[in-house]
């Protein structure tokens, strides 16, 4: 990660002459996927030591809209997706009432969580020598939220009304680059915090 982010410094520091992949009145769509997925990660690490268990997730994953009011700035909006689900098996112990005794429920148990973040961008692109590469620092700032559900053998037992979002906005700040390979369609590559740390997908130019 270090060695991309010191080649998007060179290409920031590289250029001399406008002459970027985007100007002024382009509208570009860049739907992407990231790395790594912080809530899976710490999920499949506390329930390492359980038995039957199952951690799958997706994300970090987006799509980032923009518009170029001028050939060196960027506005649009950024939304972001990410989530994961635990499943096992769980032993629980009731009492019946009727035979008077304690009985053993063996049922499956999911758990899933959702995060959603919507956030308005702002780009400023470098100049760089080449007319396909784009080059730019962003911030984005937004709306935060996490979502939990809770299924017993596949029956919603919490409806997702549980909110786990402690602070409600978020925050991006990142480099990324664009490379064009027509007119219209490229590719785009960003290191960030606030969201996925590295991601990567296409892009398109109108």
Request: net charge negative; no cysteine; charged share 20%.
């Amino acid at each position: 990660m270090k060695k991309i982010f010191m080649i998007l410094v060179l290409m920031m520091a590289g250029g001399t002459s406008f002459a970027q992949g985007v100007e002024q009145g382009n509208f570009i769509i860049d739907p992407y996927y990231g790395f790594p997925n912080f809530g899976k990660s710490f999920t499949e690490q506390v329930s390492s030591d359980v038995e039957n268990t199952k951690v799958t997730g997706y994300g970090p994953a987006g799509i980032r809209l923009g518009y170029m009011i001028g050939d060196q700035f960027e506005v649009g909006v950024d939304a972001i997706f990410n989530g994961f689900s635990l499943t096992g098996t769980v032993q629980d112990t009731v009492y019946n009432s009727t035979t008077q005794t304690y009985e053993t429920e063996t049922y499956e148990a999911r758990a899933t969580m959702q995060r959603i973040r919507i956030q308005a961008r702002f780009n400023y692109h470098f100049d760089v020598s080449s007319p396909d590469l784009d080059v730019y620092l962003g911030f984005g700032a937004g709306t935060n939220n996490r979502k939990y559900k809770y299924f017993e053998d596949n029956k919603e037992v919490d409806d997702g009304s549980t909110s786990l979002t402690l602070i409600p906005v978020s925050f991006r700040f990142a480099g990324g680059m664009r490379y064009y390979f027509t007119d219209n369609i490229g590719i785009n590559a960003e290191l960030g915090i606030g969201g996925p740390v590295i991601s990567a997908g296409l892009s398109f130019k109108f």
